[in-house]
């Protein structure tokens, strides 16, 4: 698996961890490597994790605008935490990082929903990324 693949992994568990316990990032982060067996993974990946971590975080409201503007039918709050999680880091690599092409974004966030969520979540991540990415590039 690619380095950048694991860490968006790693920051969608954190996201989520977030969501439950509603315990801050910065304390979701020291607890997320403190506590696990992967003290062995490189610095590269755990600082692009942390990234897409804090970045989510600090643009949430204007990413959950985005979101709940496409998700018709759908409120934020009633949504799966995977799938909500999911489709916040890919809005955060659409809109906020230059350096992540909005294919790479797409795909990468459909691979997560098809990995961790259910049959149609792939569908329902790719149709609220790909609006986002519309509205983006006018």
């Not at 694991?6 to 969608?12: N, Q, S, T, V």
Request: net charge neutral.
């Amino acid at each position: 698996m690619r380095k950048r693949t694991k860490a968006r992994e790693y920051a969608l568990q954190m996201l989520y961890q977030a969501d439950i316990t509603r315990c801050s990032w910065k304390e979701i982060l020291e607890s997320f490597w403190e506590n696990s067996d992967l003290k062995e993974d490189s610095e590269e990946l755990k600082d692009f994790s942390a990234q897409l971590l804090e970045g989510v975080v600090k643009h949430m409201p204007e990413i959950d605008k985005k979101i709940s503007k496409y998700a018709a039918n759908w409120q934020l709050e009633r949504m799966a935490f995977v799938d909500r999680n999911i489709m916040r880091l890919g809005c955060f690599e659409l809109l906020f990082r230059q350096d992540i092409p909005p294919k790479v974004a797409i795909n990468e966030a459909v691979e997560l929903a098809k990995k961790y969520s259910g049959l149609e979540s792939g569908k329902f991540v790719n149709a609220i990324l790909d609006q986002v990415k519309i509205e983006k590039e006018k």
